[in-house]
Antibody, heavy 120, light 104 residues
């Protein structure tokens, strides 16, 4: 069945880098857009980034643009979120989620999330 | 950027009652891109409604999405114990602040 599993979360100091992974099973990443969404403890959801099914379109929120980047390993059906120049305000639970149809018609499958803590 | 305002922040109801949650956009939006999610503590969000009014796979018919333009609603008829959760609306890259439906 369709599953997404995030990993790579850790405690890191401000200014450092971290790479998150999102492993997909039950479907091919080349057939669906995949989003990253984060949630701060006790707070709401914030969209972070997306890569289209064909990999040709990548979009980022203003809060992470220029610092975060998405890449993909199609052979292993795994997506990555490279996070550079981390800030305290990047502390959150990071989810990857599948676009149901195209980019923005709802996110139908989500992973359980991986926790990133940025602290000195 | 279009903002989404959800109200009320918290809704206190009893099982069996009807819940009506509001999501207001700062300007008119397409219904194509309006979705609703349910999130329970320690869980990922779950897609309930897409396209403003279409139920996602496996979602019970007590959940109904409606609205157009700037005003959208999620109605939950006959609240079940498992429906007490936080609900978010979403349009493109923007999520609303959420409405918590709690047991009265």
């Amino acid at each position: 069945q369709v599953q997404l599993a995030e990993s790579g979360g850790a405690v890191v100091q401000p200014g450092r880098s971290l790479r998150l992974s999102c492993a997909a099973t039950g479907f091919s990443l080349t057939s669906y857009a995949i989003h990253w969404v984060r949630q701060t403890p006790g707070n709401g959801l914030e969209w972070v980034a997306v890569v289209s099914d064909d990999g040709n379109k990548r979009y980022y929120s203003n809060s992470v643009k220029g610092r975060f980047s998405i890449s993909r390993d199609n052979s292993n059906n795994t997506l990555f979120l490279q996070m550079n120049s981390l800030k305290v305000e990047d502390t959150a639970l990071y989810f990857c989620a599948r676009g149901r149809v195209d980019l923005w018609h709802g996110f139908d499958y989500w992973g359980l999330g991986t926790l990133v803590t940025v602290s000195s | 950027e279009i903002g989404l305002t959800q109200s009320p922040g918290t809704l206190s109801l009893s099982p069996g009652e009807r819940a009506t949650l509001s999501c207001r956009a700062s300007q008119g939006i397409s219904t194509d891109y309006l979705a609703w999610y349910q999130q329970k503590p320690g869980q990922a969000p779950r897609l309930l409604i897409f396209g403003a009014s279409s139920r996602a796979t496996g979602i019970p018919d007590r959940f109904t999405g409606s609205g157009s333009g700037t005003d959208f609603a999620l109605t939950i008829n006959r609240l079940e114990p498992e429906d007490f959760a936080v609900y978010y609306c979403q349009h493109l890259a923007t999520f609303g602040g959420g409405t918590k439906v709690e047991i009265k």
